[in-house]
């Protein structure tokens, strides 16, 4: 890779040196792009950023939330911006790192807190982490995730956000970190959560980009780096249900977190005016269900803060920004703007109704046991199931297929041909079964059923439903209807 070094006389560097702490030089990215490169020249560290250009040219002093990581705890954030908005508190730039990150995207594009609070605690989330069989590059698949998020999001690339994003994460191949500021949601947004083994790390234009948690947690120095003058940041720390670090795991779970917390502490307590800590230690970074709670703490912690937040934008001459309307709803407009998707609403709809078209083959194993699945029952309450049930999943574009069998008695064999979006409205299912017959002997059932489902007409779902019996040779004819949660 190639560096172009800036050609400055010695007095104007040492002016630049002694009236900022940061250097930029320019290095060419493998697919042709260029990234800064910026130097602390008070600490050494050096920072990788995409595009700096949005943030050199604003006006007047710069407000930035940095919002801090933590799995589900960090749905604190939401609260926080809730909190930050009712008070019209301005947020010129907002940054977020790990899960921080995924709530930064979500509010930078143009969604508002209360809008993304329908979003992280209708559950959906969760329900999108694949596993990555057969888990050479990590547990868990969160191509479905990336995908949800850019398709939710009222604008779809970091650089056209109304409000100025950056998501940091930290590059193995060089051991620097790097900041997010251009590009498809899809791809920019991996980096900043990808914990190794657990998420895929990211690998594009030379790098090899992870979550940058364990050195800045809370992206305040990057706040700073990008020219904030007031940075507002968040915490939402674990701690650990345990004690005694007898077990291996534990022993290096409790090194891990004191790295952590010791870099993040530093950095907060450096280039941070405000910090809004939020007391969720005690829930795991997996509690998604808590999502109501988690944001009623950083909501209330944040009104907490109010009166120190306004006391130093008053001191630094910042006006507070008019307050927005409460809901979309008042505006007349809402936010959203995703083609045919016209609302947060029916975006919940299509993903609890796995109507999502993918821009990528998914492709992967199915193993139920405890609970009966079947593609001709209902899944809302599913009878109990001692049998191992396995099979295989496919989806490409809008053809999915599944196959399932268990290996039980009875034995069975279900297969099921669906062609998602025929219409904004439309699916048109295909079933096929075929089945030994209790009581033994070689007696055996096989049939055939096709389904035509009418979604989309909230929160209602209806279908008409033919099937033929192969082996009593008649014709069985029904219409479904159901509710859509």
């Not at 979500?106 to 069989?133: C, H, K, Q, W």
């Not at 099921?416 to 299912?429: E, G, S, V």
């Not at 089945?435 to 059923?449: K, P």
């Amino acid at each position: 890779m190639y560096r172009r070094k800036p050609l400055l006389s010695t007095a104007i560097f040492l002016v630049i040196l002694f009236f900022s702490p940061f250097i930029f030089e320019v290095q060419a990215g493998e697919n042709g792009g260029a990234y800064e490169i910026l130097t602390d020249a008070t600490t050494g560290e050096v920072y990788y950023i995409q595009s700096s250009e949005r943030f050199k040219k604003t006006e007047g002093p710069v407000v930035a939330v940095a919002l801090g990581g933590g799995g589900a705890r960090a749905l604190v954030n939401v609260g926080i911006l809730k909190a930050l908005e009712e008070e019209a508190i301005p947020v010129d730039l907002v940054l977020g790192s790990s899960m921080g990150a995924i709530v930064a995207v979500l509010y930078g594009s143009g969604l508002r807190p209360t809008e993304i609070e329908a979003l992280v605690t209708s559950d959906l989330l969760p329900s999108m982490f694949d596993l990555n069989y057969p888990f050479i590059r990590s547990i868990i698949d969160t191509r479905r995730v990336n995908f949800f998020l850019e398709s939710v999001s009222p604008v779809k690339r970091l650089e056209d956000f109304p409000i100025p994003t950056a998501l940091l994460s930290y590059d193995l191949a060089d051991g620097v970190k790097y900041v997010h500021t251009a590009g498809p949601i899809s791809r920019e947004i991996q980096g900043s959560y990808a914990i190794p083994l657990f998420f895929p790390v990211v690998e594009y234009d030379g790098l090899y980009l992870m979550d940058p948690g364990i050195l800045e947690l809370t992206p305040a120095q990057t706040a700073k780096v990008l020219g904030a003058d007031v940075v507002i940041s968040t915490t939402a720390f674990d701690a650990l249900p345990y004690d005694t670090y007898d077990l291996p795991v534990r022993a290096w779970t409790r090194f891990i977190n004191l790295i952590k917390e010791d870099n993040s502490k530093r950095v907060i307590d450096e280039y941070s005016d405000l910090t809004i800590h939020c007391q969720v230690g005690e829930y795991s970074f997996m509690d998604y269900h808590l999502a109501g709670e988690f944001i009623a703490i950083g909501y209330r912690e944040a009104k907490k803060l109010m009166p120190q937040i306004k006391q130093v934008l008053a001191e630094k001459g910042i006006p507070l920004r008019p307050p927005l309307p409460s809901t979309p709803a008042e505006t007349g407009n809402s936010l959203l703007k995703t083609g045919d998707i016209s609302d947060l609403n029916r975006v919940i709809s299509d993903v609890k109704a796995d109507r999502l078209l993918y821009d990528f083959t998914r492709l992967k194993p199915l193993l139920y046991f405890g609970k009966e699945h079947s593609v001709f029952k209902q899944r809302l309450l599913p009878e109990e199931c001692v049998t191992l049930q396995y099979g295989i999943f496919f989806q490409h574009k809008n053809t999915e297929i599944q196959v399932l069998t268990g290996g039980g008695k009875p034995r069975a064999l279900e297969a099921q041909l669906r062609f998602i979006r025929l219409t904004p409205t439309f699916d048109l299912i295909s079933r096929l079964y075929r089945q030994e017959q209790a009581g033994g002997g070689n007696r055996q059932g096989s049939g055939v059923a096709c389904e035509l489902n009418l979604l989309g007409i909230k929160p209602f779902s209806f279908g008409g439903y033919f099937a033929y019996d192969l082996a009593a040779e008649t014709w069985r004819s029904s219409l479904t209807f159901d509710l859509v949660f």
